[in-house]
């Protein structure tokens, strides 16, 4: 095991694009770092640069206390779990296995024991002899996430491994993996775009946008605190409600600053008891809870107001309604730059 | 600053570029043998053949050396009517052949496209033409098209188009007809396979949606398939017209270019100046001619395909 | 359906009439041939080994195409992976040079290569045919391989790679039992392009000892007039094993005939 350390990595393309820039971030040993962003934000470039598949353009990389920047994949002791799986068609599960070991020059009974074991930990004793064309995608699936653990690597690295799975599968698997980190307790690093995904998964979580790194954190103090405007409509879903701060009158702690409020830190009231009256414009049922949609100001075409609400007492469409704000979780930016303001309480 | 803490910062600076470089140098490790081969066997030749081109060499003449003689040749070529007979007939036998095999061949492609019991065994049959040596193909035709009992000749006369045998190699406008033909047997069915791969390149809910939106048969070729097919089919005429432009082998074998020199193309009349003549010089001028307007052609195809195929990486 | 019925057969009877007529015997080639012959005979093909020693010819095309295509598939695939998986500068001038290259007309360096030949004294030998059957083979090889190549996921070499592989080592235990079918389609085109070649051949062969068999069967004379059932059997000799070949491989060679063309 080895911690990750990102000194000022930057990536061009020869064409021009910048997909990294300037990115500092260590992943500690034995951690679980989940980078997170929209398509094309660099994460994915961020974790093939660690990989070695990729050079950066400026910067140092360093795996535990050596410097790797210049180095070829398979000089770095790293193992990853691709989205597409790349399973090698045309070994079966058991050389797909032992690849990376072969390679190294590890001898066959080490070999063979460490498959053995990874395939009892993650249920493929059964299709050892199979090649990967024969196998269902969970199984595929299972494969890849075994090839990298057979090696015993410093660092695992994760490109959007349950992208490819079914919505059922994809929660499943979701908790094996934590299972197993924790089990192996080894450092990981996480490309995923799925925000929920990331949540779960994360001891920490780092949000790139268009190449920079927004907030690195724990999932929590990442939702309860968001560095910025961008990472507070990110993370959590439904997206929370931005609104002109002035709505709430004196409550603002500054003029012009823009207000960040979560779905949930909003309560239905009867009209006119709550800080603000709406309408309901569409109601969602979820199941467990009900999502609002909401129009503000007399004429219904103000900003939109999402809200979750629990499904008792109903709520009846094209009516007005009161709405309360939970003082305590109140999120303010800076307008230009998005920044979060803290207030002091 | 320490040690180490300097060389960390050189290495800092240059590892990169010495990725980057690592690998342009495998690259080129990999590429330098058939490359080389490429240069030595083809490249090189080329050039040597513009050099000879610009000078005397006859060897049936070796007394007179190799001496530097300008465009001397070129303006040989140019005042020499086989020379523009031949480039006549090349020209005439390439839009011919190639016009009627981009008809025929589109219109075995549509039929093929079709799916239907035994599409393996027409592909198969009509892959037999495009693999038997196109020299064996002329002599195959030219024994069809034999005077005296040739089955041309003997279903022509069985079925009352003609009164007597024809002798089809004696008189020029006949001796077209086995060439042109020969050709068009032999590589239609090459045509037909890139329009088809063509054809199954077109998404099958875009004729979907032109009969919902009212297109016939007709309108569906018109608007859907023609226009989607035209890659192909520039592909299937550049392709063609290149090879057309370098017919040799078939006209060989079927009329050695003749009655006189009334079918001889441009590539065997540079053949018999080399090596029948042995006038090198101005063989190679010829060569070069050639090289020429094919160049100019394969220039207009890279130009048209060779950027999105070497552009298009990741 | 029945006009692609007529265009099979019109396809296929050439051929068809050739192998019949390579069974009739001399004498009743021009009169009036029936379409069913009830007579053959071997006539033709026992003349063609026992006197003509046809196989000659057969083997000496044998050796060259089989020559030509092992060093193309050899050498040409270590470029074609090159161009299709590395990153160089020059890289796409290099596929622009191989793509004109094979697309240049024989008869535009049949002259210096003549030359070259009779200097090294390699006029009428095998190396004297594979050397120039390269400036075709070659480009065609890599051309058809950058293609096949290309279609292999990045992903599996990138996993090789982190699997702790070299460069060469993933090309060796991913790509190539990857690419076989691919290296095979190649083979088989190259080795029929060089099965079929007639110039070169013509120009840098003096007597029957070095022929190839196309070369062979066009110059055939008999004394008084052309030996037509001779000819004809050799014909199907020479035929038989592209045919066979293509047949048996028929769906990969369409698909390497048109790979480099329609995709793009």
Redesign the interface.
Same mark, same amino acid.
């Given at each position: 095991m080895a911690a990750v350390r990102l000194e000022g990595i930057s990536k061009t393309y020869p064409n021009g694009h910048v997909a990294v820039r300037g990115l500092d971030l260590e992943i500690g040993d034995g951690e679980f770092m989940v980078l997170v962003g929209p398509s094309g934000c660099g994460k994915s470039t961020v974790l093939r640069m660690i990989a070695g598949l990729e050079t950066p353009t400026g910067g140092r990389m360093l795996i535990g206390d050596r410097d790797v920047t210049a180095l070829p994949p398979q000089e770095r002791d790293i193992a990853m779990v691709f989205q597409s799986y790349a399973l090698y068609p045309h070994m079966t599960v058991r050389e797909n296995l032992g690849f990376g070991l072969r390679m190294r020059g590890a001898t066959r009974p080490v070999i063979a024991e460490r498959v053995e074991e990874a395939s009892r930990v993650l249920g493929l004793a059964a299709v050892l002899d199979r090649k990967p064309a024969q196998l269902s995608g969970g199984q595929r699936q299972r494969v890849a996430l075994g090839r990298a653990i057979v090696r015993e690597p410093k660092v695992f690295l994760f490109d959007e491994p349950l992208s490819n799975l079914d919505a059922k599968l994809r929660v499943e698997t979701r908790a094996e993996l934590a299972r197993l980190h924790r089990r192996l307790k080894a450092t990981a690093v996480y490309v995923t775009h799925d925000q929920e995904e990331a949540m779960t998964l994360g001891g920490r979580v780092a949000v790139l946008r268009d190449g920079y790194l927004q907030q690195a954190a724990p999932p929590m103090e990442l939702y309860r605190r968001p560095a910025n405007r961008f990472v507070a409509g990110f993370v959590g879903s439904p997206e929370m409600n931005f609104l002109p701060g002035d709505i709430l009158g004196a409550a603002a702690p500054g003029p012009g600053l823009t207000l960040g409020v979560r779905p949930h830190d909003l309560a239905i009231v009867a009209a006119g008891a709550g800080d603000l009256d709406a309408w309901v414009d569409v109601v969602e049922p979820r199941g467990s809870e009900l999502l609002l949609y909401l129009r503000l100001g007399a004429d219904r075409a103000g900003a939109e107001l999402r809200v979750i609400t629990a499904p008792e007492p109903p709520i009846e469409v094209e009516r007005v309604v009161g709405v309360a704000f939970d003082r305590a979780r109140l999120h303010w930016f800076e307008p230009e730059s998005g920044q979060r303001v803290e207030v002091s309480r | 600053m320490s040690v180490s803490e300097s060389e960390?910062l050189l290495?800092?600076a240059?590892?990169?570029r010495?990725?980057?470089r690592?690998?342009?140098r495998?690259?080129?490790g990999?590429?330098l043998?058939?490359?080389g081969?490429?240069l030595l066997?083809?490249?090189?030749?080329?050039a040597?053949?513009v050099w000879?081109s610009v000078h005397l060499h006859d060897l049936r003449m070796p007394w007179l050396g190799r001496p530097f003689i300008g465009a001397a040749n070129y303006l040989e070529a140019l005042g020499d009517p086989r020379f523009w007979g031949a480039l006549g007939h090349t020209a005439f036998f390439a839009a011919t052949s190639v016009g009627l095999e981009l008809i025929?061949g589109l219109?075995?492609a549509l039929?093929?496209n079709r799916a239907?019991r035994g599409r393996?065994?027409?592909?198969?049959?009509?892959?037999?033409?495009? @693999?038997?040596? =196109?020299?064996?193909?002329g %002599?195959?035709?030219r024994?069809?098209f034999?005077g005296?009992?040739?089955?041309v000749n003997?279903t022509l006369l069985d079925l009352g188009l003609l009164r007597e045998p024809l002798v089809w190699f004696i008189e020029a406008e006949t001796a077209w007809v086995p060439v042109i033909l020969a050709d068009v047997?032999k590589t239609?069915?090459?045509v037909a396979?890139?329009l088809?791969?063509?054809l199954q390149?077109i998404d099958a809910s875009l004729y979907e949606a032109a009969r919902i939106d009212g297109a016939a048969a007709w309108g569906q070729f018109r608007h859907v398939t023609l226009p989607l097919l035209k890659?192909?089919i520039l592909?299937?005429l550049i392709?063609r017209t290149?090879d057309a432009?370098?017919v040799?082998?078939l006209v060989?074998?079927l009329t050695g270019g003749g009655p006189g020199t009334s079918t001889e193309p441009i @590539?065997l009349y =540079?053949?018999n100046a080399? %090596?029948q003549n042995l006038r090198?010089g101005y063989?190679?001028a010829l060569?070069?001619i050639?090289?020429a307007i094919?160049?100019g052609l394969?220039l207009i195809?890279?130009r048209l395909?060779?950027a999105?195929?070497?552009?298009s990486k990741? | 359906m029945v006009a692609l019925t007529l265009l099979v057969m019109a396809s296929a009877f050439p051929f068809y009439w050739a192998i019949v007529s390579s069974f009739t015997p001399e004498s009743r080639l021009f009169q009036s041939p029936p379409l069913f012959p009830a007579d053959l005979v071997l006539d033709h093909y026992r003349t063609l080994f026992n006197e003509r020693n046809f196989w000659v010819p057969v083997r000496n095309s044998l050796i060259v195409a089989g020559t030509t295509t092992a060093f193309c598939v050899a050498i040409g695939g270590l470029c074609a992976y090159a161009l299709a998986r590395l990153e160089f500068r020059g890289k796409s001038l290099l596929l622009g040079v191989i793509l004109a290259v094979g697309m240049f007309p024989q008869i535009s360096v049949v002259s210096p290569l003549y030359l070259v030949l009779r200097q090294l004294r390699l006029i009428n030998t095998y190396p004297g045919l594979i050397l120039p059957y390269l400036t075709f083979a070659m480009p065609l090889t890599i051309w058809l391989l950058v293609g096949f190549f290309r279609q292999l996921p990045a992903e599996l070499e990138e996993a090789a790679m982190v699997d702790g592989a070299s460069r060469l080592r993933a090309f060796r235990e991913v790509i190539v039992p990857l690419a076989l079918p691919g290296l095979a389609t190649t083979a088989i085109l190259t080795f029929v392009y060089s099965w079929n070649e007639f110039l070169f051949a013509l120009s840098f062969t003096l007597g029957p000892e070095r022929q190839t068999v196309p070369v062979a069967i066009a110059l055939f004379r008999g004394q008084y007039q052309v030996p037509w059932g001779q000819i004809l059997a050799a014909a199907i000799v020479a035929t038989a094993p592209v045919t066979l070949l293509v047949l048996a491989f028929q769906r990969r060679i369409v698909q390497g005939l048109t790979a480099g063309a329609v995709k793009g």
């Open positions: - | 960390g290495r800092g240059d590892p990169i010495g990725v980057e690592q690998e342009a495998l690259a080129w990999l590429v043998p058939a490359v081969t490429i066997v083809a490249l090189f030749p080329l040597w053949t000879e025929l219109g075995l039929a093929m239907f393996g065994l027409v592909r198969a049959a009509i892959l037999v033409p495009w @693999a038997i040596p =196109t020299v064996v193909a %002599l195959l035709w024994f069809m034999a005296e009992g040739g089955i003997e047997w239609t069915p090459f396979l890139l088809l791969a063509g390149n890659p192909a592909v299937a392709f290149l432009f370098r040799f082998d060989y074998a @590539a =540079t053949f080399l %090596l090198f063989g190679s060569s070069v050639v090289f094919t160049f394969a195809y890279i395909l060779g999105e195929l070497t552009g990741r | -």
